[in-house]
């Protein structure tokens, strides 16, 4: 069982920075970013692999940039440029297979950190 916890979140104004932290019990060979906004499906947001290859979800490249930190078992999303469609439940997901940005493919997740954009 991987536990994940992620903190970072808050609210800032759009054009500002955010970086979210996932302390991890353990790391796997996909872990990502995902997010949630009100009445809206969880989506992907950005994956990095064993290999440290990194994928982003469209709307965010340029912006966020994903990053680990294997001595202190973190995991980490620094947003730049935040837009007020940033806003949503941000959640950390740890996956054993090689797996894209696919929800279903995830295994572990942690409890989420909520980011909030203001225009």
């Known amino acids: 069982q991987v536990q994940l916890v992620e903190s970072g979140g808050g609210s800032v104004q759009a054009g500002g920075s955010l970086r979210l932290s996932c302390v991890a019990s353990e790391f796997t060979t996909s872990m990502a970013w995902f997010r949630q906004a009100p009445g809206k499906e969880r989506e992907g947001v950005a994956l990095?692999?064993?290999?440290?290859?990194?994928y982003y979800f469209d709307s965010v490249k340029g912006r966020f940039t994903i990053s680990q930190d294997r001595a202190k078992m973190t995991l980490y999303l620094q947003m730049d440029s935040l837009k007020p469609e940033d806003t949503a439940m941000y959640y950390c997901?740890?996956?054993?297979?090689?797996?894209?940005?696919?929800?279903?493919?995830?295994?572990?997740w942690g409890r989420g950190t909520q980011v909030t954009v203001s225009s």
């Open positions: 997901a740890a996956s054993h297979g090689w797996d894209g940005l696919r929800r279903d493919d995830y295994a572990f």
């Open positions: 990095i692999q064993e290999t440290l290859r990194t």
